[in-house]
């Protein structure tokens, strides 16, 4: 029995000192039952996509050693998502926003709202994924693969690719410049997890030793960013970072333009500058500040560039 063991149980055996107590409890109650999750989404007035998502979490390969709820927010649909979804799924917890929570703000709803019970882990997912039928399973091989090689529970990123050209779309990314934050998707690996610096929320997993940790998603974040924010300052904290082996979902890369043209007027520009949905300018210098501090002044000059005068910026980038 022994021999088939986990490698991370054997050393806890033969060398207490190797493990934490807290990890050593987790690891021995997951042999004793199934992980809970709790799955976290936030939604706004697309319930086609929202439903599709669920259909496709509820549609996992069976005999998947878990079990979850779903917290759902609905930031006020006029559509009437929430309703819709209720009927469609009676087991959905569903929460009601005012209509002025982004995604960060009914993200952090709906994972309030769990804290309240007891979960093993945190399954943060956008609503326009359609998930992989083994996106359980390899969200779970990757929670044993870091509990064997760092002995400790970590964040993991299931990659989604882009129905159209078969690419990632969304999952870990890999800093090419620790000093800009300039930053590559990581190819998902087939076979094994893969570590990365930092990542999307599309599919992430955050395990509950992570939460004690570092906490939810900052609210300094209104729609963008915070996702970044949460894997960096996990990975600063000596959290695993890891991207699930194959693709764990189907997702459009919808990522928007990261400037105006002079088509637009002055005016646009800045609002869209200024805008937490697209440039978020605030937001986004606070966060090079807290990651990237020296690149601060060159961030903010780069913005103010491409806004004020989008023609020269274009031929620089040409």
């Known amino acids: 029995m022994q021999k088939d063991m986990p490698l991370y149980i054997k050393n806890y055996l033969t060398n207490k000192k190797t493990i934490s107590p807290t990890c050593y409890h987790h690891l021995f109650s997951r042999i004793k039952m199934k992980p809970k999750i709790a799955v976290i989404l936030t939604c706004y007035n697309r319930h086609l996509k929202t439903i599709e998502c669920l259909e496709s979490i509820y549609n996992q390969k069976p005999g998947t050693e878990l079990?979850?709820?779903?917290?759902?927010?609905?930031?006020?649909?006029?559509?009437?998502?929430?309703?819709?979804?209720?009927?469609?799924?009676?087991?959905?917890?569903?929460?009601?926003?005012?209509?002025?929570?982004?995604?960060?703000?009914?993200?952090?709803?709906?994972?309030?709202?769990?804290?309240?019970?007891?979960?093993?882990?945190?399954?943060?997912?956008?609503?326009?994924?359609?998930?992989?039928?083994?996106?359980?399973?390899?969200?779970?091989?990757t929670h044993s693969y870091s509990l064997d090689k760092y002995q400790q529970e970590g964040i993991y990123i299931g990659s989604t690719k882009d129905p159209e050209t078969g690419k990632v779309s969304y999952g870990g990314r890999t800093l090419l410049n620790k000093f800009t934050g300039k930053s590559i998707l990581t190819e998902p690996d087939q076979y094994k997890p893969v570590e990365c610096d930092l990542a999307h929320a599309n599919i992430l997993l955050v395990m509950k030793n992570a939460v004690s940790k570092i906490g939810i998603l900052n609210q300094s974040f209104t729609q963008r960013l915070a996702d970044y924010d949460y894997t960096l300052k996990a990975k600063k904290t000596g959290i695993p970072l890891l991207?699930?082996?194959?693709?764990?979902?189907?997702?459009?890369?919808?990522?928007?333009?990261?400037?105006?043209?002079?088509?637009?007027?002055?005016?646009?520009?800045?609002?869209?500058?200024?805008?937490?949905?697209?440039?978020?300018?605030?937001?986004?210098?606070?966060f090079i500040k807290w990651h990237f501090p020296f690149y601060t002044p060159v961030a903010f000059s780069k913005l103010w560039m491409k806004t004020l005068f989008p023609s020269l910026w274009n031929k620089l980038k040409s």
Request: glycine residues 8%; negative net charge.
């Open 243 to 286: 991207v699930c082996p194959g693709f764990c979902g189907v997702c459009k890369d919808d990522h928007g333009k990261n400037w105006l043209t002079s088509e637009y007027s002055l005016k646009q520009r800045i609002s869209y500058l200024k805008n937490p949905k697209y440039l978020a300018y605030a937001e986004y210098l606070l």
């Open 67 to 141: 079990t979850f709820d779903i917290y759902l927010v609905d930031d006020n649909s006029p559509d009437n998502t929430g309703k819709l979804v209720k009927e469609r799924f009676p087991a959905v917890n569903v929460l009601y926003g005012t209509g002025s929570l982004f995604w960060v703000g009914g993200m952090r709803m709906a994972w309030s709202e769990a804290l309240k019970s007891a979960y093993d882990g945190y399954l943060l997912i956008n609503d326009d994924v359609v998930m992989s039928s083994n996106m359980f399973s390899s969200l779970l091989s």
